[in-house]
């Protein structure tokens, strides 16, 4: 979707500020949030991709205007109660009022040292399209919904650099769609293919493309 | 609500921060009495997160690349397989890719849709770069973000940033320092910083931190 979460290349946002001797998080509660996303995320109750089309669909100024964890929390709180898992009134008392939906796994301290991320390899549903070195061109496109390719990239000429095997696909899976499995490239554009005659010239940007994004040029 | 929430909120009445703990509070005790989650295994990861993966993973990793010509053909081949023949890292997923620095091109990282990084040998992002500046200007004036970095490179040194739209994740080898010759891995793993890994940094002055 066409939201402010698709920020690159736009203009205002002023300096880039790092923080001196900066902590890991700011405040407990951001590590709580990281921890229970994480566990969530375990146990098999929505996928990454949901998590990020939560945060995509929070109003534009909400997404701007709060801390990195805060929007995280609000994400997970739109993923628990569109998904059944709470209630907006179980939230808003900080107690269940009923017992939980039944869950494939739960993170347990013993499984947390061993807790990696997961494989998003698939298995192939058909040939490869592409090999490195095929010029292509992104498809100029604007679901509504979750996707991964980025504004400034569509509707460019590039260049398919690697593939990199059948991954589960974002824009299916975060509409529960399922993995609907797609082959995975690095593609690379010319600076002024996406910036125009004025940009760097030495500037090369490349994306990681998922098949359907791309059409031979 | 314990006795215990009434007094932070008295405390630190409106601030996000009071806010954000009783919420939080309040999600983990739903969550927990649902019985999705172990609030010990959220202390453990937790804990991981502030004592365990951190940038010195990667800086190992870089160590390793600059002393052993065989290991380095390996990390840009296949940096899963690489880091894994390490042994002290936990497994790093199945899709980490290592992108070479050389005198002819810098590599920078970015993720503009969200916050994607490298977290197993990189730890978490710093803010800067989940920050919209960062998101917003690493594709189309890295050299301009370079330079609120303090970094100038050459003119006709090629800027490649890769934009982390996948699960694929990315970490840079930089250049290893020249002055170093024959330092221990160790030692070079020191001049190795974050930054130099995402690709706004160089390593440290050998001179500086020897």
Redesign the interface.
């Known amino acids: 979707m066409d939201s402010v979460h698709d920020m690159g290349g736009m203009d205002g946002f002023g300096k880039v500020e790092a923080e001196k001797d900066e902590p890991v998080f700011h405040a407990p509660w951001e590590g709580r949030v990281l921890a229970m996303q994480r566990a969530m995320g375990f146990a098999g109750a929505w996928h990454i991709d949901h998590a990020r089309f939560a945060q995509e669909r929070l109003p534009p100024l909400t997404y701007l205007g709060v801390s990195y964890y805060r929007r995280w929390e609000l994400a997970m709180e739109k993923n628990l109660t569109e998904r059944g898992f709470a209630s907006a009134a179980e939230l808003e008392a900080g107690h269940a009022q009923g017992p939980g939906k039944a869950l494939p796994r739960k993170l347990t301290t013993d499984l947390v040292p061993g807790l990696s991320r997961s494989t998003f390899y698939r298995q192939q549903q058909g040939p490869q399209r592409f090999k490195p070195g095929d010029r292509v061109r992104t498809k100029n496109i604007h679901p509504a919904t979750h996707t991964r390719l980025p504004r400034y990239a569509r509707g460019k000429l590039g260049t398919v650099e690697s593939c990199h095997g059948c991954h589960m696909y974002p824009d299916s899976v975060a509409i529960d769609r399922g993995d609907d499995p797609q082959w995975l490239y690095t593609v690379v554009f010319e600076g002024p293919e996406l910036w125009g005659p004025d940009s760097d010239p030495t500037l090369k940007i490349s994306i990681e493309a998922f098949e359907p994004y791309l059409e031979p040029a | 609500?314990t006795d215990d929430h009434d007094h932070d909120d008295h405390h630190d009445h409106g601030s996000?921060?009071s806010e954000?703990?009783l919420?939080?509070?309040?999600?983990?005790?739903?969550?927990t009495?649902?019985?999705?989650?172990?609030p010990?295994?959220?202390?453990?990861?937790?804990e991981?997160?502030?004592t365990k993966i951190g940038p010195r993973n990667g800086a190992v990793v870089v160590a390793r690349a600059w002393t052993d010509p065989a290991f380095k053909q390996a990390l840009l081949a296949d940096a899963t397989k690489a880091v894994a023949t390490m042994g002290h890292l936990?497994?790093?997923?199945?899709?980490l890719i290592a992108v070479e620095n050389t005198p002819k091109r810098h590599n920078m990282i970015?993720c503009?849709?969200?916050?994607c990084y490298p977290?197993?040998v990189l730890?978490?992002p710093?803010?800067?770069y989940?920050?919209?500046?960062?998101?917003?200007?690493?594709?189309?004036?890295?050299?301009g973000?370079l330079a609120?970095?303090g970094v100038t490179l050459p003119?006709?040194?090629?800027?490649?940033?890769?934009?982390?739209?996948?699960?694929?994740r990315f970490i840079v080898l930089p250049m290893r320092p020249a002055g170093t010759e024959g330092w221990s891995e160790n030692r070079l793993a020191e001049l190795v910083t974050r930054?130099s890994m995402i690709g706004?940094g160089l390593p440290k002055n050998p001179s500086g931190a020897a």
Not at chain 2, 40 to 46: C, G, H, P
Not at chain 2, 131 to 136: E, L
Not at chain 2, 155 to 168: G, L, N, Q
């Open positions: 609500m996000e921060l954000m703990q919420r939080v509070r309040a999600l983990e005790t739903v969550l009495e649902k019985g999705y989650v172990d010990a295994a959220l202390d453990a990861i937790v991981a997160c502030e936990n497994r790093v997923g199945d899709h970015v503009t849709l969200c916050s977290w197993e730890g978490l710093p803010v800067w989940k920050s919209a500046p960062y998101r917003s200007r690493a594709v189309k004036d890295p050299r973000v609120d970095f003119k006709d040194t090629e800027i490649r940033v890769w934009d982390s739209t996948a699960e694929t930054d706004t």
